[in-house]
């Protein structure tokens, strides 16, 4: 268990016997890396501990129900238990609870852009009407209200000039790449970073699903290397023995960045720790006893040139060493970007906080 810290769980008595055993196999699956049969011997072990479970409801009546509400299902090859996308999508869905709080689901799922005109949803600005506005941007009221204060209550009637409508409003859509750092310090020290940026990925896939459906996400997770992965792998990411290319993650993000063709493009990055990789060939040039000046200034070019391509990057470093902090100032400069240097339990409401306020831009 290195590098998990347990914390007494308190019950609700106002849960029902399979919620409260739900509650924690969720926790469980994610520390597991998505390992049901791991899952439940943790499950079985803390219930023997701590009585969870009773005459009435046991384990068993808990797998057996998993399986019927579709949250497991077995491998047909081989019978091994998995977890099904039904239970991915309540990952998410508790995530975005936890670190987001309760959110409606809204209309259309757009950003509001600076710019108005002929757009595809009206906005709460008003002015005159103007040739060519449609008529049902009219704002009734507003023009009557005109017609009077112009013409009198005796002789009402309405004229061109006495006529509000209201703007119309571009959406801007956003496509939006994450970065989650996965080297071995992320789980070192007996801390765990790794779970809470895991926790931030489902969140924000959850929200934009929700609220922003027209715009993208890209996740990818980068150690020695960087790749993708699929939405639904991300509460079963693990820590590998890698080092830190972020190198390779910021190639990978811009690479995808530009497929995605939108002026709107952004990067997340959540790290903790100074890159302290290249790949040269098919070879790793690797120094994690500082900041290497090869590494720091490819890292620092990488920057750079998103600048050239009006891509800025959010950077959350969970770790607080003075030098990694002044590595972030030097890469937050080059891009004209943001950084945020954070514990673990704000980094959730930062990162969202921010995502919502950049979205409201057209960059």
């Not at 496509?175 to 809470?196: A, K, Q, W």
């Not at 493009?265 to 959540?270: D, H």
Request: hydrophobic residues 35%; negative net charge; charged residues 30%.
């Amino acid at each position: 268990m290195e590098g998990f810290r347990i914390s007494r769980f308190e019950l609700k008595d106002e849960q029902s016997p399979f919620d409260r055993l739900f509650n924690i196999f969720k926790q469980l699956l994610m520390h597991t890396g998505g390992d049901v049969d791991e899952a439940l011997q943790w499950l079985t072990e803390i219930d023997r501990e701590h009585n969870l479970t009773n005459d009435e409801y046991g384990i068993a009546d808990f797998i057996a129900d998993l399986k019927k509400k579709g949250y497991i299902r077995e491998d047909a090859s081989n019978g091994t238990l998995m977890p099904s996308p039904k239970v991915d999508q309540a990952l998410r869905k508790d995530a975005l609870d936890q670190i987001f709080g309760k959110l409606k689901k809204s209309k259309s799922g757009q950003h509001q852009s600076k710019f108005t005109g002929l757009g595809d949803e009206n906005g709460t600005d008003k002015r005159p009407f103007e040739f060519g506005d449609p008529f049902e941007s009219i704002s009734v009221t507003d023009s009557l209200l005109n017609a009077q204060i112009n013409h009198g209550i005796d002789q009402l009637h309405l004229e061109e000039r006495d006529l509000v409508v209201f703007d119309k409003e571009y959406k801007a859509q956003t496509s939006t790449v994450l970065m989650i750092d996965i080297s071995h310090s992320m789980i070192l020290y007996g801390e765990d970073r790794i779970t809470p940026a895991k926790r931030v990925a489902m969140a924000m896939a959850e929200l934009i699903r929700i609220k922003y459906p027209k715009d993208t996400l890209d996740v990818i997770v980068f150690g020695n290397d960087a790749w993708p992965i699929n939405i639904k792998d991300i509460p079963y990411l693990q820590v590998g023995p890698y080092h830190t290319n972020t190198v390779a993650g910021l190639e990978l993000a811009m690479e995808l960045l530009r497929k995605r063709r939108n002026p709107n493009r952004q990067i997340f990055m959540i790290t903790d720790g100074k890159p302290t990789c290249l790949k040269e060939g098919d070879q790793y040039y690797k120094n994690s006893m500082g900041l290497d000046r090869k590494i720091v200034n490819k890292t620092l070019n990488l920057a750079t040139q998103c600048k050239r391509l009006h891509i800025p990057i959010t950077t959350f470093m969970v770790a607080s060493d003075a030098y990694l902090q002044d590595f972030v100032e030097e890469f937050t400069i080059a891009n004209s970007g943001k950084a945020y240097y954070t514990g673990l339990k704000g980094l959730g409401d930062m990162l969202f906080e921010d995502f919502e306020r950049n979205r409201k831009k057209r960059l």
